[in-house]
């Protein structure tokens, strides 16, 4: 298994987090054009760094896990193998539910070749932990029901299911957890 270490988002890491993201989704059968909003992916440092937080979790060394000989994309300090940000959440999108004072967790995702090695559960652990330096006492979450991995995700990380709603097609699942509820961060 990869050392994997996670680390605040570098602007040498635009590439390699970008292409992370339309890898991710496309193997989870969703077309990364059609996802709205991902603007906030071409300007990181201003859409998450000023109030909120981006990780990159990058794998130490060049190991490929693909019978093809790619892996997942190289920044300057390795493969970025996970990657993930957390927003106040009146500073979402429009068209997304307003919760005073709770931070939102967006663009969730892992290498498809890392998945099911629990990057993903410490990629939470550290965002809700930064969450709760922050201030903030409460995180939300959303994602697209054709993604049941997601959605058990959130489920088995102590996330409530609190409603749904419908965007660019998409049946979409919201989640919230209260982090003052006295588990660690990212476990129930």
Do not use: K
């Not at 906030?40 to 794998?59: I, M, W």
């Not at 927003?87 to 890392?114: K, S």
């Not at 550290?126 to 201030?135: K, S, T």
Request: proline share 5%; aromatic share 8%; net charge negative.
């Amino acid at each position: 298994m990869d050392e994997v270490h996670f680390r605040r988002y570098d602007p040498r890491d635009a590439d390699a987090v970008w292409t992370l993201h339309e890898w991710a989704m496309r193997e989870t059968g969703t077309d990364p054009a059609e996802i709205p909003g991902t603007e906030d992916l071409r300007d990181v440092e201003r859409s998450y760094l000023d109030g909120g937080e981006f990780l990159v979790g990058v794998a130490d060394g060049g190991a490929t896990d693909r019978s093809d000989g790619r892996g997942p994309p190289t920044t300057h300090d390795g493969r970025v193998v996970a990657i993930g940000g957390l927003l106040p959440n009146e500073a979402g999108h429009d068209d997304e539910r307003t919760v005073p004072g709770a931070a939102e967790l967006h663009r969730m995702r892992v290498a498809p070749t890392h998945w099911r090695r629990g990057y993903g559960r410490t990629l939470l652990t550290r965002l809700e932990a930064r969450a709760i330096e922050l201030g903030y006492d409460r995180v939300l979450a959303t994602t697209a029901r054709s993604q049941p991995a997601a959605v058990a995700f959130y489920r088995d990380a102590g996330y409530d299911e609190v409603g749904h709603s419908t965007e660019a097609g998409y049946e979409l699942v919201h989640f919230e957890r209260d982090l003052r509820d006295g588990s660690s961060p990212g476990r129930q």
